[in-house]
């Protein structure tokens, strides 16, 4: 019989989980550029939302038909997918292009990441997981720091549509990898997939996160298509809960939240999600739009994070067989602490290094308590539910930053706009467009670019403010997780 390639499957995974990172980098680096070619300031975080909310939505669905058909299967969909929408994406002449193909983009991501993660708990043992999963996320962020300055490059010398299509041919060697080395075991389950809940979770998400990007902006928070939208959201998520509860296979099991492992590394997770995606949507705009650095150096502070997060989930590995889930993950929520402090503290006379090292704090809590998650959740579960268990991580960190881009994004713009009407300016949120490139920063008046300038930063000074609420939220949560110590499976 044919044996699973360890070793090319391994590699294979680390590709996928390469396009991972660098989607999570590179776009951000270039995010400047492309506004100021696309035009469409206000419609920023549109670009980072569309892409999480379809991928935050999959992610459970892809792992329930992961445990159902196999992993191979839903992967190469994904994968596929996830392809073909990078490739448009670089094809796209308009804001509102962009975002559109995002959502196909992001409608292949689901199945990539938590697959991936999920395929190498299935082929190690739980001894070996610790150990390989810190590889797997050193291979996330070592890859990561190559993707800010690849995405400093491309934009400095061909063109930003080469941040997407940068993820190609990767995409198609993780593919074949997967489908060529990995044999699975055969399912003899009978399929039963939970539509009507997937359903739902759209909507309802959907929902819920155009009430929070364009609340405040593109209508008024007191206003009935405010009310609509958040207690539409609300009834449509009561609803889902309820046919979770009926259904005979649900896309969301909510026996496995009975495990206190599972319950609050997800609950962590969610806000480690709204961190994340603080720093890598935001801080590139900080960086070249305030302190007024070119788009590699922009690349450069969100590389420290991508540096502190390999170095941090190598060494997770080795401290859970030692100290074990709790005291690793407690670890991390202090740096994340610490990172987000720094944030808050941070002026544009501080100048990049500053920048740097909060971002670097902010990866190695990331570093520590994502590998942690990921190996205690993958322990605590069988085989039939490891994707579905490992999916549920996932989920929660996608749907962290789906809200945190979109909330942050909400009180960018809202605080923005309250500067400029504060200060009787008639500017509109698309002003920020000329300060975000050195050749549109030349063109603008010195006193209005000045003005421009501080109006971003005391926006941003809130953006990061709540960021770092979030930090001390997630380390409170990390208390709630099981003490005990070592390594152990079900599966």
Known sequence: MKKTNRPFVLASVMLAMFIGAVEATIVSTA??????????????SWVFSAYLLMSTVTVLLYGKLSDIFGRKPIFAFGIILFLIGSLLCGLASSMEQLIFYRFIQGIGAGAVMPIATTIVGDIYTAEERGKIQGYLSSVWGISAVTGPAIGGFLVATIGWEYVFWVNIPLGILALAGVLLFLVEPQKKTKPSIDYLGAFLLTVSLTSFLYWLVEGGVGFAWNSALSYSLSLGAAAVFA???????????????????????????????????????SVSSYLPTYVTGVMEQPATVAGFTLTAMSIGWPIAAFFSGRLLIKIGYFRTSLAGGIF??????????????????????????IGVGMGLTSTAFIVSIQAAVTYEQRGTATASNMFMRNLGSTIGVALLGSLLNSSLLKYFQDNERDYTLNSVNGMLTEDSRNQLPVDVLSFLQEGLTQALQNVYSLTAIFAV??????FGLPRKKGVSSSG
């Open 31 to 44: 995010m400047p550029s492309i506004s100021a070619d696309l035009g469409g300031f206000s419609k920023y």
């Open 239 to 277: 609803v889902f809960v309820l046919v979770e509860k009926k259904a005979k296979d649900p896309m969301m099991p909510f026996d496995i939240w009975k495990n206190k492992s599972i319950l609050y590394a997800n609950l962590v997770s969610l806000f480690t999600g709204m961190i994340l995606i």
């Open 336 to 361: 994340l602490v610490i990172g987000s402090l720094l944030f808050v503290a941070m002026r544009p006379e501080f100048g990049p290094l500053w920048a740097a090292m909060s971002s670097f704090m």
């Open 473 to 478: 939220i997630s380390f409170v949560l990390i």
